[in-house]
């Protein structure tokens, strides 16, 4: 049952079909086959009967007056019948009083002794014995053994007959199968196909030709009504995440605007301020009469350039100038600097791409992008050596960060979003939205690379004059 049930439709329809037929067919013939031997039999029967009635008729004669030539005369017109294998006539005492055969010994055949009237059936003959009777009184017996080879004979024609007839039966059951399933399996198989087709690319627009009115048209029907509600679902799903993406690229520009302005009230007033009591507490220094403990003074003015020292830090994280004022490589390369004079990691930066510019979004991305998987490696590589190239190929902007750390599982880490930074998730989702790729290979032990692409041309985004409502309506 197994293999029927994996068998194609196509298949199985005509093996219904056949099976079914033959099945038919051999039912019919058993019974028809059945009835014949029964038939045969009582035939074969009745005739013996007949003939073992007229020979006792004939023969009250020849036991009345001890005759057994006679007898034998009369035994002898039984010759005619082919199927007779032995006949013989009992008198009074139970002896043999005439007998027929075929066979060169008769007493193989011939009871010696006559049987209870009636028939007894072998697996080779028939034997019939009866009363010979004269004016009510029995004067003897008869005794008819018929073989059965005619009717086996009879029988084996018929089987070979049957079989040629389920033969023939079976091909054109066969041809017919063939010609019909066609009608039922090739609406079956289009729809497999249709199924196939959507589930390996994805594409919700084949439609099948529904034809008659029957369950497979009515399959046909609802599987088209199913593809025009998940083609509906999945446009409305497009949309929402187009204006998701409109809505994450102006809330990532607004975040890196509201960085930078911070980061310019940070330089140009609190730095300035502390540049302004650094200089005049040094003034006040060198005016102070001899004698006073300027140790105080000292300290204080450490304290000053300390803090100073820290705003200047914190404008440069916030939003470094030096990628607005030189462009995205002399920030990487200040980038790899910094990576080393603070966390002690050799950074290898790498410049290949020529004068095109990226746009200032896509800038920020990747320098924002590039520090934190630096910072990544810096946490959890396991290493103090780390590569960053810059290259430009088929008008895309392509950034790789790799080092030999221990590396990762990327089925199990690939999309984690780590606090405080993009995280790759993060990372390759808005990479996507700016109509780039996001590549990443790594293997426990073996170190791990990640690739960045971008275009380099500016991708339109939302505007800020959009209303803000309809994007959080939408989401």
Same mark, same amino acid.
């Given at each position: 049952?197994?293999?029927?049930?994996?068998?194609?439709?196509?298949?199985?329809?005509?093996?219904?079909?056949?099976?079914?037929?033959?099945?038919?067919?051999?039912?019919?013939?058993?019974?028809?086959?059945? +009835? &014949?031997? %029964?038939?045969?039999?009582?035939?074969? %029967?009745?005739?013996?009967?007949?003939?073992?009635?007229?020979?006792?008729?004939?023969?009250?004669?020849?036991?009345?007056?001890?005759?057994?030539?006679?007898?034998?005369?009369?035994?002898?017109?039984?010759?005619?019948?082919?199927?007779?294998?032995?006949? &013989?006539?009992?008198?009074?005492?139970?002896?043999?009083?005439?007998?027929?055969? $075929?066979?060169?010994?008769?007493?193989?055949?011939?009871?010696?002794?006559?049987?209870?009237?009636?028939?007894?059936?072998?697996?080779?003959?028939?034997?019939?014995?009866?009363?010979?009777?004269? !004016?009510?009184?029995?004067?003897?017996?008869?005794?008819?053994?018929?073989?059965?080879?005619?009717?086996?004979?009879?029988?084996?024609?018929?089987?070979?007959?049957?079989?040629?007839?389920?033969?023939?039966?079976?091909?054109?059951?066969?041809?017919?199968?063939?010609?019909?399933?066609?009608?039922?399996?090739?609406?079956?198989?289009?729809?497999?196909?249709?199924?196939?087709?959507?589930?390996?690319?994805?594409?919700?627009?084949? $439609?099948?030709?529904?034809?008659?009115?029957?369950?497979?048209?009515?399959?046909?029907?609802?599987?088209?009504?199913?593809?025009?509600?998940?083609?509906?679902?999945?446009?409305?799903?497009?949309? +929402?995440?187009?204006?998701?993406?409109?809505?994450?690229?102006?809330?990532?520009?607004? !975040?890196?605007?509201?960085?930078?302005? %911070?980061?310019?009230?940070?330089?140009?007033?609190?730095?300035?301020?502390?540049?302004?009591?650094?200089?005049?507490?040094? %003034?006040?220094?060198?005016?102070?009469?001899?004698?006073?403990?300027?140790?105080?003074?000292?300290?204080?003015?450490?304290?000053?350039?300390?803090?100073?020292?820290?705003?200047?830090?914190?404008?440069?994280?916030?939003?470094?100038?030096?990628?607005? !004022?030189?462009?995205?490589?002399?920030?990487?390369?200040?980038? @790899?600097?910094?990576?080393?004079?603070?966390?002690?990691?050799?950074?290898?930066?790498?410049?290949? +791409?020529?004068?095109?510019?990226?746009?200032?979004?896509? @800038?920020?991305?990747?320098?924002?992008?590039?520090?934190?998987?630096?910072?990544?490696?810096?946490?959890?590589?396991?290493?103090?050596?780390?590569?960053?190239?810059?290259?430009?190929?088929?008008?895309?902007?392509?950034?790789?960060?790799?080092?030999?750390?221990?590396?990762?599982?990327?089925?199990?880490?690939?999309?984690?979003?780590?606090?405080?930074? +993009? &995280?790759?998730?993060?990372?390759?989702?808005?990479?996507?939205?700016?109509?780039?790729?996001?590549?990443?290979?790594?293997?426990?032990?073996?170190?791990?690379?990640?690739?960045?692409?971008?275009?380099?041309?500016?991708?339109?985004?939302?505007?800020?004059?959009?209303?803000?409502?309809?994007?959080?309506?939408?989401?």
């Amino acid at each position: 049952m197994r293999r029927f049930r994996d068998l194609p439709i196509k298949w199985k329809l005509m093996l219904i079909s056949v099976t079914t037929g033959v099945t038919a067919l051999v039912i019919a013939a058993s019974a028809l086959f059945i +009835y &014949g031997q %029964i038939a045969y039999e009582r035939q074969t %029967i009745l005739r013996i009967e007949t003939l073992a009635k007229v020979v006792g008729d004939n023969s009250t004669a020849a036991i009345t007056f001890n005759d057994p030539e006679v007898a034998k005369r009369v035994l002898s017109a039984l010759a005619n019948d082919r199927g007779i294998l032995v006949a &013989g006539i009992y008198d009074r005492e139970g002896r043999v009083f005439a007998h027929f055969s $075929r066979a060169e010994d008769h007493r193989a055949l011939l009871p010696e002794k006559p049987l209870p009237e009636g028939k007894t059936r072998g697996l080779t003959s028939i034997d019939v014995s009866q009363r010979i009777v004269l !004016e009510g009184e029995t004067i003897g017996n008869v005794h008819i053994g018929y073989s059965l080879s005619p009717m086996y004979a009879y029988l084996a024609r018929y089987a070979v007959l049957v079989g040629c007839v389920l033969v023939v039966a079976v091909i054109a059951s066969w041809i017919v199968a063939l010609f019909l399933q066609t009608h039922v399996s090739h609406r079956i198989v289009e729809i497999r196909k249709a199924a196939e087709w959507i589930s390996r690319k994805q594409d919700f627009s084949p $439609r099948l030709e529904t034809s008659g009115e029957d369950e497979i048209g009515s399959l046909v029907h609802e599987f088209n009504v199913l593809l025009d509600r998940i083609n509906e679902r999945d446009a409305s799903v497009k949309v +929402y995440q187009e204006k998701l993406r409109s809505l994450a690229s102006q809330l990532v520009i607004g !975040e890196e605007r509201e960085r930078r302005r %911070i980061a310019d009230g940070l330089h140009d007033s609190i730095c300035q301020l502390l540049w302004v009591a650094d200089l005049k507490l040094r %003034i006040m220094e060198r005016t102070l009469d001899e004698g006073v403990d300027i140790n105080e003074f000292r300290e204080i003015e450490d304290l000053i350039k300390t803090a100073n020292k820290e705003t200047r830090t914190l404008t440069l994280q916030l939003s470094p100038p030096l990628l607005y !004022e030189l462009g995205l490589s002399p920030a990487l390369e200040k980038l @790899s600097e910094d990576m080393r004079d603070q966390f002690r990691i050799g950074v290898d930066f790498t410049d290949e +791409y020529g004068k095109a510019i990226p746009s200032e979004d896509t @800038s920020v991305f990747l320098f924002r992008a590039v520090r934190e998987m630096l910072m990544n490696i810096y946490k959890h590589a396991e290493t103090d050596r780390a590569n960053v190239t810059l290259s430009e190929e088929n008008g895309s902007l392509r950034v790789t960060v790799s080092d030999e750390g221990k590396g990762f599982d990327t089925t199990e880490n690939v999309h984690d979003h780590h606090e405080g930074g +993009y &995280g790759l998730f993060s990372i390759r989702e808005r990479v996507e939205d700016l109509g780039g790729s996001f590549d990443i290979k790594s293997k426990p032990g073996e170190g791990t690379t990640i690739t960045l692409v971008t275009p380099l041309a500016e991708v339109p985004f939302a505007t800020p004059e959009e209303d803000p409502s309809d994007l959080t309506a939408a989401v």
